[in-house]
């Protein structure tokens, strides 16, 4: 959201996966010709080779084509010779300036020019003058130094703590990754990694090394180091065509590359300063410093204070030559000292460069102590210089912890359940939990299980109902004790991890069943994340149908979760308690009544999801991907929307007020509906005037 003479005042920003090639030359500001010599030094022909001529090529590998998991790999004796021969798996750290060539750097600081120059002015006044007696500018100029070295040293000490934690990074990074080697995976430290090594990745891994797959089953990367997006970009075990760039291929994973999904296995064919990460580090290290805004201002300022002083002290000079009408030497110098050396000191603020200094490192600590770390202590200024801040929604101007607050389902809003419901059925309350619960990645915290008391009142339940297997859960609504429905309500982080709104959902439907039980009943055999160009999330299930055993077809349901409107889109029929099979068909009455309740949540600031669901026959071996879409994605059966509410922070409004009065415009940048971010903004006073809304 922008402040108020700002148009559009809902701003919505859709991030995709841009191409890797692309991402380098923005994110990193690689120029055409650096972009080039990148380009040319991945030059390698691997993603381009099937597994047999990886194999022939990389014998030494061992590689098993017609199953890679049973791969040997290298042996230790090799991996040890290649270890010898290319060097260690890391970045050859930029030339470390030494601790004296960093604080002789800080003379060279205009300010300090300044002051020393007028310290040797102040000498050459002192040594220039017939009568030694007088020791002013002695004394000035001994005090002009010890401001000089003292302002240096403050300086160099501030840097100094900034690179100690810069230097403490390091070890916070991943050290260790999974490689087969001897026929058998080993945990090995990452520098250790050389080319040829098979490398197994699984969710949550960090790729070590530059790798071609041999192996993938559904993974995801984020490449943001390299392409500055967050988005995971899906990969592929197959063959690149020879016309694909090779940033643009499929099977090549880059090192620092996160894995967010699924596994995969490679082999490594670039390390070190070779990768593509390497090549980029290698040319931001070289690249020089750009001056800071304090520096290009201060330069400005010396420069100006200079000519006015020469000037007026050039001018007092001649015009005190001129009318005491000095002929002999001494009396020119006489006049020189008085009349130029000490004009040029007097219009010099010697005080300023230590008041500067003192200041930015009062505001280099007090950001310290918020988390915020300055490398350089000039830069301090830059913060100073901000004229718009553009700040995500969720989990900065809102406190990201959400709740489920309202649902609607069968044409009617809920915020309980409270009547028992087969889970296994199509009833709209049995779909929504399912779809709620299933088409999410939320995952319960480990030691956050029941107690002893509430899991056996649980586990009492599930002998009485063990001979109705469809039987639901959600019956406890009308028998469960209070403590235990609260149970979760109350502690939606503590008990979840994931996603916020995944977390809501999870919380939500575990004090109507539990989730565990659910996931266990209900094994996804097929899934799609979401991401912001889809817009939803997708996955498949078997149902528990009555279908005959000697039957080649299994029941199969598909779940859906995702942005209202698109899900909508996808939707024939909606679930429906007097509707046949409890589904009845998507007409202008419930599109209507659709459209005002997603509206009335958003209006209230609540995200707002959808879920649906359609039930389908398939082989009982089928195999989904995403490639052959071998699943239902239309004529779906639109089940219920969820009103989440994510409150806003107590601070922000106050923040935004304190922006407002220094000029500075703020927006908000949400992947919400306009009403939501609207609503959000109206309650942190980022919209003061609501007549100029665009939506």
């Known amino acids: 959201m922008a402040s108020d003479n700002v148009k559009p005042e809902a701003l919505e920003i859709e991030t995709n996966a841009g ?67 290319y060097g260690k798996n890391s970045f050859t750290p930029p030339k470390k300036i030494p601790e004296w060539k960093r604080f002789a750097q800080q003379f060279k600081n205009m300010f300090m020019v300044l002051l020393y120059g007028c310290g040797f002015l102040s000498l050459i006044a002192f040594l220039l003058q017939p009568d030694k007696s007088d020791k002013t500018n002695l004394y000035l100029a001994l005090v002009l130094f010890v401001v000089v070295i003292l302002t240096c040293w403050i300086q160099f000490h501030e840097e100094g703590k900034a690179y100690k934690i810069m230097d403490s990074f390091t070890k916070m990074l991943a050290a260790a990754c999974t ?158 000292v008085n009349g130029f050396l000490v004009i040029i000191v007097a219009n010099t603020p010697q005080g300023l460069p230590a008041t500067v200094t003192s200041l930015l490192a009062l505001a280099a600590r007090n950001m310290a102590k918020r988390s915020v770390l300055v490398k350089r202590i000039d830069c301090v200024e830059t913060l100073g210089s901000t004229s718009l801040i553009c700040s995500d929604k969720t989990g900065t101007l809102t406190t990201n912890e959400m709740t489920v607050t309202n649902t609607w389902c069968d044409l009617r809003s809920h915020l309980h359940f409270h009547q028992g419901t087969e889970l296994h059925s199509m009833e709209c309350q049995a779909v929504l939990v399912r779809a709620a619960v299933l088409c999410n990645r939320g995952q319960r915290i480990p030691g956050t299980e029941l107690d002893a008391a509430r899991q056996s009142f649980r586990d009492g339940l599930e002998r009485l109902t063990r001979d109705v297997s469809s039987l639901s859960r959600l019956a406890w609504g009308s028998s469960v004790p209070g403590d235990v429905l609260k149970f979760g ?89 007097v509707g046949e099979n409890f589904q009845s068909p998507v007409d202008d009455n419930f599109r209507k009544r659709f459209a005002s309740t997603n509206e009335n949540f958003a209006t209230h600031g609540k995200r707002v999801l959808a879920v649906c669901s359609r039930r389908f026959f398939a082989s009982k071996d089928e195999i989904f991907t995403e490639e052959d879409g071998n699943y239902p994605t239309t004529d779906l059966n639109f089940v219920a929307l969820f009103g989440i509410m994510d409150p806003p922070r107590e601070q922000v409004p106050m923040a935004i007020s304190k922006c407002h009065d220094a000029g500075v415009k703020v927006f908000m940048v949400t992947g919400d509906q306009p009403l939501t971010g609207k609503s959000i903004a109206i309650q942190i006073g980022l919209l003061k005037n609501t007549n100029n809304i665009q939506l």
């Not at 055999?525 to 912001?532: D, R």
């Not at 996955?539 to 942005?563: C, F, P, R």
Request: hydrophobic share 40%; glycine share 6%.
């Open 179 to 336: 490689v087969i080697r001897d026929g058998s995976t080993h945990q090995i430290p990452v520098e250790n990694v050389v080319s040829g090594d098979l490398v197994l990745i699984k969710d949550g891994d960090k790729v070590p090394a530059d790798l071609v797959l041999l192996l993938c089953r559904g993974l995801k990367v984020e490449c943001s180091s390299l392409t500055g997006e967050s988005e995971p970009i899906t990969c592929s075990a197959q063959v690149s065509d020879k016309e694909t760039r090779i940033f643009e291929c499929k099977n090549l994973v880059f090192s620092s590359s996160l894995c967010f999904d699924g596994m995969a296995i490679g082999i490594v064919v670039r390390t070190g300063d070779k990768t593509a990460i390497g090549t980029v580090a290698e040319m931001a290290s070289s690249a020089e410093l750009r001056e800071s805004t304090l520096q290009i201002e201060v330069r400005r300022f010396v420069t100006m204070i200079a000519i006015v002083a020469v000037t007026m002290a050039a001018a007092f000079f001649i015009a005190g030559v001129i009318l005491s009408k000095a002929t002999t030497s001494s009396q020119i110098i006489q006049i020189f």
């Open 19 to 85: 191409d890797i090639e692309t991402g380098l030359a923005h994110s990193n500001g690689v120029k055409g010709g650096e972009k080039a010599l990148l380009t040319k030094s991945m030059q390698i022909d691997e993603p381009y080779m099937d597994l047999r001529e990886i194999a022939a090529a990389n014998a030494c590998s061992n590689i098993n084509i017609s199953d890679v998991e049973q791969s040997g790999g290298l042996s230790s004796v090799e991996a040890t010779e290649r270890l010898k021969l």
């Open 489 to 577: 309500a109350e502690s939606a982080v503590k008990m979840f991890s994931g996603n916020p709104s995944d977390v809501a959902l999870l919380t939500f439907c575990e004090r109507l069943c539990s989730t565990a039980k659910l996931r266990e009943d209900y094994p996804i055999l097929f899934e799609i994340p979401f991401n912001s160009k889809n817009k939803w999330q997708l996955v498949i299930i078997k149902t528990i149908s009555l279908a005959k055993k000697d039957s080649d077809q299994v029941e199969y349901e598909v779940l859906m979760k995702g942005a209202p409107e698109v899900l909508l889109k996808r939707c024939s029929t909606y679930s429906s308690s």
